[in-house]
């Protein structure tokens, strides 16, 4: 038998290869989504397939491969480990074809058969991520076998490896992703999962040469359990336990997102420190069973603490942040802080569990379980709970859920005492309530004038959406804490976001508008008399919350109006329809998934559909985005529309973007639509020109000072987030904007080099 000592030189590189094994999974799910978005739109539903078929997919996995050790005399399961691994890595390597493939699919698909997109995209992330995640899941029943070999808990792996996922969901975000771009990125993880896989082929042939005997690989006498739960008890326990680790991280993050903004930085930055509450979980586990604690208590005060953490987490919006690049330390820290508890305590019930069991059968069964509830918990809290009784409430029902399981797992003369305690968190929960959603609105509306009233609100699986009015009779939309469009005087540029386009093409009969917002673009492109007015937006909400803003005069009731709901890049893909005019004014730019809307590839999309004359506009917002990105954001726009110019709103001081197809067009010289007379417009020609700041060759020169922002890139979402986040910069961001356009504005001279 390999002496224990063995086993100890042995555990580093089996604890370092677990960690190294995690970060990957949780690189590979973050690349996965990114893929899955571009080729087939960000939505809910998308967002909700990939997350079912990944945990399926490992469900699934877990279950096979427990069902092919069954019965196994299994003396090397590093090798298997090891080709699982290379398995994972190799299949990476397809991803970029494999999307592609499925897009191009799609769009087939959509022109003879629109319904049946939603089935092609299941079957489409089905086929590509089907390989990998049978991989993945596959590993748990593995990892028993490896723990047994070395002498290592089973439990202290799963938690090394899910620690190894919290440093993957950082750097993938903050360093592989903005270093090397979406396809180094996944050469470098698939070297990664190489590399696990031949150190573990290496590790099997040492341990093999080093012992002798079947039975060489027997584990050390387990920690007993304070209290011996029936398989049934053991499978409720893990499916409670799943079921609300992923609704609470749907119904936290959905409130977290308010206080953070919807950058991808705070999507990081949230999953790490869920995952890193879920690896200490499991890594204390065998401490918590040598100190003879109940697992039952331990859930019990899970529920507890999830009802108590829950009135925090309303009031995040509130506490006060600090400065990049510290705003991201906060971040992280309040969010472990708050959190951590509560997931450490729900996250020791299936390493508990699994390292309960000795055989391949039962770890792959527990494993199968909890991620089947998980996906059950993911899915009800966004699809259901969220839109029938809000976050808050979805918390109060899963803390209570988990609170009493805990009770009913535990011992007869705890159970008095832990039912009084839950009764009295939940109690708390209760009156500790904020009432966001129906007496404030979280989010960033506290930086501005705090709305008076809130009109409608409604929180559902894409965004949480309201509809709230000032004090000055002003309504706005508010997205996810973040006040989108509003009819303040500094919402003057969005009627002038469809404007412009109109005026500068000379006879534009079909338009389409991308989000509609308050809905003052399309109703400015409206009164400029199209033929057709497409309008597109991708959460269903924001068009039904039309009516509360009368500056957009009824919009969606005009005949010649059509809404989609749609993402706005997978309706161009799809859509075979040529407009003259294009008009889009997103979520800022470096909120998650808008990246995809301001790169290269979308303005090649965009152009197919417009026509010869098209002329399309673009919102550049120089309060919410750094100098070296607008410049970046120009630069990917003229690359498509070299025919180009900047105009900047005399009010708003609020950038717009115009591009045309036709490269011998005046743009900015000539607008032709002011020959459309007898309509009411609060700028006259002579304003107009006066707000074109950049024209064709000053456009040229701006943009050659940033990196065209990519689909590979993701320079919006994926950038510098230490140094910018949500429009702040080392000095001040208004007066290096304007600096950068009077460099442009000269005859370049001086435009030598990149700025950052």
Known sequence: MTSIAGRSRQSLP???LALLSGFAALSWEVLWQIKSSLALGVSAWGTAITLAVTMAGMCIGSLLMARLLRNQAISRPLAIYGGLELLIG????????GFRSIEAFDTWIYAGLPAGSPLVHALGIGLILGLPTLGMGATIPVFGLVGRQFGISIATLYGLNTLGAAAGALLAAFLLIPMLGVAGAIVAVALINAGVGIACLALRAKATRSAAGRDRFAAEPALTSPEIFAPGAAYLCVAVTGFATLALEIAWFRSLTAAFQSTTSAFAVMLAAMLVALGAAAWLTPYLKARQISLGLLVGCAGMLILLATPLIERFDLLPYSEPPLLIVDWFVWTLLTIGAPVVLLGTALPWLLDDQDSPRQWGRLYAINTLAAIAGA???????LPSIGFARTAWLTGALVAGTGISLS??????????GGVAAFAVAVMGESGAGRTRIQGWVKIAEAPTRILEVYEGPEATVAAVGYADGAHALVINGFVAASEHALSHYMPWMGRLPML???DPQNALVICFGTGQTANAVRQENPRSLDIVD?????PLLAHHFPLNEGVIDDPRVRVTIMDGRAYLRRSTKIYDVITLEPMPPTFAGVNALYSKEFYELAAQRLSRQGVIAQWLPFHLVAPDYSVSIVKSFAAVFPNSILWID?????????????????????????????????LDEAAVNRGVTLDRAAISRYGSLGVAVTDDNQRLAYGNAVNFVYGHHAGD????HQALIDRARRKGREMVGRIF
């Not at 899915?379 to 709970?385: I, K, Q």
């Not at 067009?665 to 609060?682: C, I, S, V, Y």
Request: hydrophobic share 40%; with cysteine; net charge positive.
């Open 379 to 385: 899915l009800c809290a966004a699809w259901v709970f």
């Open 90 to 97: 190799s299949s990476g390597l397809f991803l970029d074809k």
């Open 411 to 420: 011992q007869n003369r705890r159970q008095l005492a832990m039912l009084s």
């Open 538 to 542: 991708i959460n269903p909400r924001v």
């Open 650 to 682: 005399p009010l708003s001081r609020t950038g717009i973007l115009l591009g045309s197809k036709d490269p011998d067009a005046p743009l900015g010289k000539a607008w032709p639509g002011f020959a459309r007379t007898g309509l009411a417009r609060d």
């Open 733 to 736: 961001p208004v007066s290096e």
């Open 504 to 506: 500068a093409h000379p």
């Open 14 to 16: 089996i604890a370092t």
